[in-house]
């Protein structure tokens, strides 16, 4: 084969099924990498970057791959008109996704590169790997020289990728599993600008949205005259219960919104569920139940059978920074800036909104605040694109309130989980049973007929807002993600109950149902070690026969030193274990507490395998800052609403975790050859179950609903 010429990796025996992910839908060498005369390569992935590293790990596998130097890489932002559709930046999966395919890419564009160069320096093309190649110069055995940037335009690079070419081998690796310093957290140290809050086009106008109550609240009239008076204000656009302001400053929109507000007369129908009573009222709604997982053994012999059932609230995604978009529109094309996770998925539904071919938009990809899940940056992607369609070409901002995002984004759904394990007169688990009640974990724009965008729901003539369904558990599910024992139970029972009702609004929030799954599976656990008079690592050791979830155990264990902590008063360990989505990274986590008026997390130790490691830096951020989101959620984080509207809309109403409550936290790296896998959610769970253990061991008392606040605390010691 001339690897020279246009191929079609079907051809050669790589059905399009067995091709890396990201390359199915995107095989064409072309649209991967781009290699310049000025001596850099040009990298476009469909993954975005939200604050997780993923730009400078994927150009370390680039460079890797290459043999060029890390400088010598530009990764370009995701831009939908440009980059390969890599659908949506979500579960971990980067590296597995994107990652893998430019490993490809790279492996074949080098072969092209390096059979070019023997063709010019006359040199057999059975000598290729005796071939030198250093920051992309080609030296040949006898001496000879090429580079990549003087013969990349001579080689054809619109041609599928080959994936039988064989990618470099790990032993072979510099780049990778060194720690590269990230490419973007200079500018963030600096304050640099950029932000998509920062960016700022000529003309650009001011938008702000005027919101109802709650979800089921109608706009019946609207005074907009002192609205209209106020200087700078340029336009009031009302369709439906929508309602802009344009303005030629953020100051006057704002102005203009509140007093839209004072003369707004809304009509309000369904109330919201009693808070108090969510756990209740979850259980009482219609749901869609769902075997699982099944697991048969022959008929047990049941001494007797533990239960517990744990609950968790809705929770915000409560982003530093709130959302905020740009866009333009000149009568046929719409340009969108947003910080969404899944720009292609915008794109499709802002068409759809509009009425729009697919290719009259395009959305370029700006990093925000940082923030994991489906939160607001699409909403106001909607909010931007249709306040532009009235300001006569003229681009527009917006930007969220405090009290926009935390009362309008999408939440984590609340959940309840009960749990069963039936014991036999020798105290082994013969019988297992996990039942889940939860709202869907995603309604991620362009995956149905109609928008998920919120401002589509609000117009004279709505669409219908979505349902939240869970992702299909061979992508990880969602409720039920984590829900399957990790441990080697004879005979098991799971099963879901999709919650139809939707008071609030809830979709994907890092780690979705693997947090509470979690929390609740290894707080069981330690129950029943109790229960069976065992320590808790030794029980976990004594029903775990995965190699890779007992050494993380023991690792974590070992660097916590588990077996010689003291017994003071006050003071709890405890110990947890998950492997994200039962086919990502295993992690293990044990956290030390101190039970005052308030729990504070003092310490937590922490051990990971996530197989081939592109960073360590960039694992041991990303399991970092997992464990200390966990931390927050665990403590603290609730959505609060009464019968009307959400009231937790402001920082002193949404607790989150402050700087002066962060534990110390030590993230231990074990190595494996195994293939890469994310690390961005597998700290969270175990970090929640493990602070509950140490809350057990502190106080003598199991607390099963979170936040693990001090009302909760005590109402458990009445129970």
């Not at 959302?323 to 899944?342: I, N, P, T, Y």
């Not at 609004?505 to 707080?523: K, Y």
Request: charged content about 20%.
């Amino acid at each position: 084969m001339n690897p020279l010429t246009v191929v079609s990796t079907e051809a050669i025996g790589v059905p399009a099924s067995e091709r890396p992910q990201s390359l199915r839908a995107n095989p064409c060498l072309g649209a991967w990498l781009r290699f310049s005369s000025e001596g850099y390569v040009e990298v476009l992935s469909g993954k975005v970057e939200i604050g997780q590293g993923i730009v400078t790990a994927l150009a370390q596998i680039v460079a890797e791959e290459l043999d060029v130097g890390i400088d010598q890489i530009r990764m370009r932002p995701a831009n939908t008109a440009a980059s390969p559709d890599e659908a949506v930046t979500s579960g971990s999966l980067s590296i597995q996704h994107s990652g893998t395919a430019l490993r490809h890419a790279c492996a074949h564009a080098r072969a092209v590169l390096l059979e070019r160069a023997a063709c010019l320096l006359q040199v057999s093309t059975d000598l290729v790997h005796q071939f030198v190649v250093k920051r992309g110069e080609i030296k040949a055995p006898h001496g000879g020289l090429a580079s990549y940037w003087a013969i990349a335009g001579e080689v054809q690079f619109d041609v599928d990728i080959d994936c039988t070419i064989a990618v470099k081998a790990a032993a072979a690796y510099t780049i990778v599993g060194a720690p590269v310093p990230r490419d973007d957290l200079a500018d963030k140290f600096l304050a640099v600008p950029r932000f998509i809050q920062d960016i700022e086009l000529p003309g650009m106008l001011h938008g702000r949205m005027l919101r109802p109550g709650s979800r089921a609240t109608t706009l019946l009239s609207l005074d907009d005259g002192a609205a209209r008076a106020v200087s700078g204000v340029v336009q009031v656009i009302r369709d439906g219960s929508l309602v802009g302001v344009l303005a030629t400053s953020q100051r006057a929109a704002v102005e203009a919104i509140d007093k839209l507000r004072r003369h707004a007369r809304w009509q309000r129908s369904e109330p919201l569920p009693e808070q108090q009573k969510l756990s209740v009222w979850l259980k009482q709604q219609p749901v869609e139940t769902t075997v699982v997982a099944e697991r048969q053994s022959a008929a047990p012999d049941v001494a007797r059978t533990l239960k517990m059932s744990c609950d968790k609230p809705f929770l915000a995604h409560a982003s530093i920074g709130p959302s905020c978009a740009l866009a333009r529109f000149d009568g046929e094309r719409l340009e969108v800036w947003s910080h969404s996770q899944g720009i292609f998925n915008l794109r499709a539904d802002l068409a759809l909104s509009f009425g729009m071919a697919v290719s009259a938009v395009v959305v370029q990809h700006a990093e925000g605040a940082g923030c994991y899940g489906h939160n607001a940056a699409d909403d106001v992607a909607y909010d931007a694109a249709w306040l532009a369609r009235a300001a006569r070409g003229q681009a527009v901002r917006v930007q969220w309130s405090r009290a926009d995002e935390l009362a309008w984004a999408p939440y984590g759904p609340a959940m309840v989980i009960e749990l069963e394990a039936d014991l036999d007169a020798s105290d082994r688990v013969v019988g297992w049973r996990h039942s889940v009640w939860s709202n869907g974990h995603g309604t991620r724009p362009g995956r149905g007929n109609t928008p998920a965008l919120l401002g589509a729901w609000h117009l004279e003539t709505p669409f219908e807002a979505p349902a939240a369904v869970n992702p299909p558990l061979h992508a990880g599910g969602g409720a039920e993600r984590n829900a399957v024992p990790l441990y080697d139970f004879p005979a098991w029972n799971i099963v879901n109950h999709r919650v139809l009702s939707m008071p609030l609004r809830t979709s994907s929030l890092r780690s979705l149902g693997a947090f509470a799954n979690v929390f609740a599976l290894e707080s069981f656990v330690d129950d029943l070690a109790e229960a069976t008079a065992s320590e808790p690592l030794e029980w976990r050791l004594r029903h775990l026969s995965d190699p890779r979830a007992r050494a993380v155990l023991q690792r974590a264990a070992l660097r916590a030193g588990w077996h010689e902590r003291d017994k003071q008063e006050g003071i709890g360990y405890g110990i947890a274990v998950a492997r994200y989505k039962n086919s990502g990274a295993y992690c293990a986590v044990v956290a030390r507490i101190e039970a005052g008026a308030q729990i504070v997390v003092t310490r937590l130790n922490i051990a990971v395998d996530v197989g081939t490691v592109i960073n360590p830096d960039g694992v041991a951020n990303q399991i970092e800052g997992g464990a200390l989101q966990a931390v927050s959620w665990t403590l603290k984080e609730e959505v609060r609403f009464d019968r009307q509207r959400v009231t937790s809309d402001s920082w002193e109403t949404y607790l989150i975790l402050r700087f002066t409550e962060v534990p110390a936290v030590e993230v231990d790296i074990v190595p494996s050859n195994a293939p890469a896998c994310g690390a961005g959610e597998a700290s969270l769970g175990p970090t929640a179950a493990a602070i509950g253990n140490a809350v057990r061991d502190a106080l003598g008392v199991r607390v099963t609903s979170l936040p693990l606040s001090a009302e909760r605390i005590i109402a458990a010691f009445d129970q």
